[in-house]
Nanobody, 130 residues
Framework: QLQLVESGGGLVQPGGSLRLSCAASGFTLDYYVIGWFRQAPGKEREGVSWFSSSDGSTAYADSVKGRFTISRDTAKNTVYLQMDSLKPEDTAVYYC???????????????????????WGKGTLVTVSS
């Protein structure tokens, strides 16, 4: 079965850190662009970050630049999102996504939707609260 499975969400205090994981099963992430979207309650879905396996390029939403870092462990076929200096406004369900095309990923970020992408996971909840 081809799927992406997220883990690592939870409750954290403002200023704290979490690391989300996205494990791919049934396919290799080689050649894929892997990204993270998030959706807060009552708000539109937002692209957070993506990583291109082919050239190592990355991109981040302005709202998370300098605080979040995306990385990949090739041996584990897993992508991570390290989230530092978390703020209450980071509270959301975080979704891992993957696509073979950088153009499709960029368009999905622009249009704030994931349905055009090859794969997406079920999400993991991150709550930032004191």
């Amino acid at each position: 079965q081809l799927q992406l499975v997220e883990s690592g969400g939870g409750l954290v205090q403002p200023g704290g850190s979490l690391r989300l994981s996205c494990a791919a099963s049934g396919f290799t992430l080689d050649y894929y662009v892997i990204g993270w979207f998030r959706q807060a309650p009552g708000k539109e879905r937002e692209g957070v970050s993506w990583f291109s396996s082919s050239d190592g390029s990355t991109a981040y939403a302005d709202s998370v630049k300098g605080r979040f870092t995306i990385s990949r462990d090739t041996a584990k076929n897993t992508v991570y999102l390290q989230m530092d200096s978390l703020k209450p406004e980071d509270t959301a369900v975080y979704y891992c996504v993957a696509d073979l095309s950088i153009a499709t990923m960029r368009r999905s970020f622009r249009d704030r939707r994931i349905r055009d992408l090859d794969y997406w996971g079920k999400g993991t909840l991150v709550t930032v609260s004191s």
